[in-house]
């Protein structure tokens, strides 16, 4: 029930496994005005999502990494070389992920204060699936776009 006698809002019951009790008292109000704030948050999050991914990217150049850190670079020929330079990106790019998924759920029930685990499911997968989009255009897509319009500057007689 709201205190606003001529509307209310119905929502099916969820488990009672499933409700975050100490969620309850936070007004639907309140609730609304969080939601687009963190909507704002994500959607930022997304448009700058390609500077994270860019960085865990760089990890597959260990040499430039060991340079920049006044390491001695190591020979690449080496087959460690190639399976570390090709496994760390990875490790580190699921590691963000999950670190994302978690920071989502973590607003989804903190911040957001949904009622239900269900509503912080389905709250964190719909990001989390933006932020999966975001990369696989960032990775696919922008990688190839980027690849040829550096060829096109360099060669612009290649059209």
């Given at each position: 029930l709201t205190p606003d006698r001529t509307s209310m809002r119905v929502f099916h019951a969820p488990d009672p496994r499933s409700v975050l009790w100490e969620n309850i008292n936070f007004p639907f109000s309140m609730q609304d005005t969080a939601k687009?704030?963190?909507?704002v948050v994500w959607i930022v999050g997304i448009l700058f999502w390609a500077i994270p991914v860019s960085v865990v990217n760089s990890l597959a150049n260990l040499n430039s990494i060991l340079q920049a850190l006044n390491i001695k670079t190591v020979d690449s020929s080496?087959?460690?070389y190639g399976f570390l330079s090709g496994l760390l990106p990875v490790i580190a790019l699921a590691?963000?992920?999950d670190a994302l998924y978690a920071?989502?759920?973590?607003?989804a029930k903190r911040v957001l204060k949904l009622k239900s685990l269900s509503d912080v499911d389905a709250y964190a997968t719909y990001w989390y699936q933006l932020y999966q989009f975001a990369n696989l255009w960032l990775i696919v897509i922008g990688g190839s776009i980027f690849?040829?319009?550096q060829s096109l500057l360099n060669d612009p007689q290649s059209i």
């Open positions: 687009f704030g963190m909507k080496k087959p460690w590691l963000l992920l920071l989502i759920v973590l607003t690849n040829q319009f």
